[in-house]
């Protein structure tokens, strides 16, 4: 089929995506042509449609079909098309040709245009996976987002912190398999102290300021957005996972005890994120906060996992308590963050496609272990 051929995938694009854009140039709807792709010997079965569902996944059968209209071998087609490598967990994978559009399990965005240059078309972009740091296209200084119709992004000329964070951020994933975990649990220790709301804190205050001209957005639309924190995050993310701190902090457990071991690594974060106020104020209120926000707390309970016998062997080091994990849900954020409606927030953060994006959310694997 050259309409296929003439119309390639791009590393890492949804499947649903690459539908869209063969589909596209010849004003037939994007389920029409999957049921033309899919045509064979037994009746084809789609769940849901391009409406309802931005992902397309495929079973075993519908997939050797594929790579048969396409003349595209299969290794291929799995290794630009991410969720072509196994079928949905709600798909049968029986003798039958089945598909079905659901909403992509992992986090999304827009490629950058300039990179995939003639592959986006008029209300069909190039949606794709950016993986655990390519999220941020280097080349062309933009941070991604997520938009289903149009090309979304935010210009990182005036942010020159959050490139440097990319970079470390990268560093980070080629270094460690499990660094989308790593960074999970850093954000939500960011979320922590983002909000209770700190006297002391200009450095994001500055930073929302130059989103928000960057963007066009007033400021309580933009205080929300995973690029604010993001630096810190990783900051963060970087220490806890150096083993040499690790060890460090197991070394101080055992010789010194519990507390000079979470006083030395709350100096570290403090001097690493360039915050000198920091260690203070946290030791105070470790000292002082309730014990219900004791045992939630994902430093704590990382430090205490981490210093525990298993140490780093225990497979719930990396896992966030569900009420201390950072809300997935931009309007839950917006409503820690702002005294504004967040309704009205949310409306304006949306007309800018703030709303989408890479987001450092908590690994759905691990249950969270009960803390003692």
Known sequence: MPTLVRTPPVAGELTGSWLRRMAAPYGLPAQ???????????????TGSPGTGLELFLNTHARTALTHSTGLPLSRLT???????????????DESLRAAWYMPD?????????????AWRPGQPVLVYPGTAGHICRRHQRWLLAHPGRPASIPL???????????????????????????ALAA????????????????????VHRLAAATGCTQAAVVAHALVSYPETITVARLLGAPHWQQRLRETAMAEGAGAATELLLREISRQADRPWLTDWLIAYTRTRPRTAAAT???ARWLHRLTSADGTDSDGLWTVHRTAARPTEYSD????????????VCEEAGAAFLTGGWEPVPSPQLAPAPCP
């Open 333 to 344: 954020r917006t409503g820690f963050l702002t005294d504004l409606r967040p309704r009205t």
């Open 106 to 118: 992992q986090a999304w965005a827009g490629a950058c245009p300039s990179c995939t240059g003639r």
């Open 32 to 46: 029409d042509l999957l049921r033309g792709i899919l045509s064979g010997p037994h009746r084809v079965q789609v």
């Open 188 to 207: 939500a220790v960011v979320w922590s102290w983002q909000v209770q709301g700190w006297k002391s804190e200009t450095v994001w205050q500055d930073r």
């Open 157 to 183: 000329e005036t942010l020159p912190e959050i490139l440097a964070a990319h970079r470390h951020h990268a560093a980070l994933a080629r270094a460690r398999c499990d660094a989308a975990d790593v960074v």
């Open 79 to 93: 290794r630009l098309l991410p969720a072509l490598a196994a079928p949905h967990e709600r798909l049968p994978d």
């Open 297 to 299: 707390d994902p430093l």
